[in-house]
Structure formats: structure tokens, C-alpha cells
């Protein structure tokens, strides 16, 4: 099934606040109280995003957040993938030492929903989406 942590759900929402802003420096305390989230989980969040290359992180009093040039194109999975790391598909739901999807009778269905989770979340750029 897909892994969608709460992290990656604060990533995402996050870029795409901040993206709508366009040139805006926009604050964790902004974007905290706008989504009530932890100020400190959404700390960690947006500085793994920093890292990724992403954002960046002005410092100040008029300190806060910008999507790096170029990077408002981000897809919703390139978000998922720099939090969650690459998506690797799951084609079963039987965990068994033995290496043999081929008979899983999920395997259609699982099938279905990763290649939509894949085409939904790489089909759209954070910059098209509005809060």
C-alpha cells in the first residue's frame, strides 16, 4: 500500500502554500497557524525540504520561507519522494520469506492503486494547485 506520513502531508500542503505566495518570504508561524499544525514538527519538515533544495530558509525578523527558482515546477511526487524517499510500489500484502508476487491476489488491485497514486502525484505541479 502507499506510505503517506504525516510529514509528507505537511510537505506538501506547506510547498504549496508557500508557492502561492510567489516572491513572498512567507513564516513558520504563518504557515503554522494557517494549517494548526506544530510549529516545531513543521520546523523539521520545511528544513528536510531546505536540504533537498527545495526552499530556502531566509533568517530575521522578516525571516521565513521561499521555493527555490525553478522548483515551484516540483511535482507532488518529487515532494513525497524528497520526504519519504523513492517510491517503490507494493504488489502484495502478503509478507512471506519467499520472493513470489507473482500469485497474490491483491496484486491487480494494489497494482491499480499505485499507478494511480503515480500518475495523480506526478501529473500535478505545486505551482497549478490553489489552497
Known sequence: MIELSEATAIAIHAMIYIANRKNDTVSLKEISEHFDISPNHLSKVLQRLV?????????????????????EEATLLDIYEAIEGKFIPKNCLFSSKKNNSCCCIMKPLLTSINNTFVDFMSSHKINNIKL
Not at 527545495?54 to 527558482?69: D, R, W
Open 51 to 71: 536540504k533537498a533544495g527545495y526552499l530556502i530558509s531566509v533568517k530575521g525578523p522578516k525571516g521565513g520561507f521561499q521555493v527555490i527558482n525553478g522548483k
